[in-house]
């Protein structure tokens, strides 16, 4: 019932910027939050930002004052926008919805590459 396609993946060099795209199959209100997480090889998947259906936000230390989460409501989109680039960001990068904690359903895209490589 629930598909997200994300998109806006790419190659960019460090300090470079890049806007991912999450594009739900429905209102992004009908979830209690969303956000981006990202995983390299080898590694755990790791929260990067969040966005609840009330607006409130929360980012992960390692990005937090170079990413923003935001949503386009009319599109049923949610973006993260990426500024300063390092090349640790390197990963893919996944939508996620989340339904509410009471009893919690995650939903996934499947996910972009974002390279950070000079």
């Known amino acids: 019932q629930v598909q997200l396609v994300e998109s806006g993946g790419g190659l960019v060099r460090p300090g470079g910027s890049l806007r991912l795209s999450c594009a739900a199959s429905r209102s992004v209100f009908s979830f209690y939050e969303m956000g981006w997480y990202r995983q390299a090889p080898g590694k755990q998947r790791d929260f990067i930002a969040t966005?609840?259906?009330?607006?409130?936000?929360d980012y992960a230390d390692a990005v937090k004052g170079r990413f923003t989460i935001s949503r386009d409501n009319a599109k049923d989109t949610v973006y993260l926008q990426m500024n300063s680039l390092k090349s640790e960001d390197t990963a893919v990068y996944f939508c996620?919805?989340?339904?509410?904690?009471?009893?919690?359903?995650?939903?996934w895209g499947q996910g972009t590459q974002v390279t950070v490589s000079s």
């Open positions: 966005i609840t259906s009330g607006g409130t936000t």
């Open positions: 996620n919805a989340a339904t509410h904690p009471f009893a919690r359903v995650d939903f």
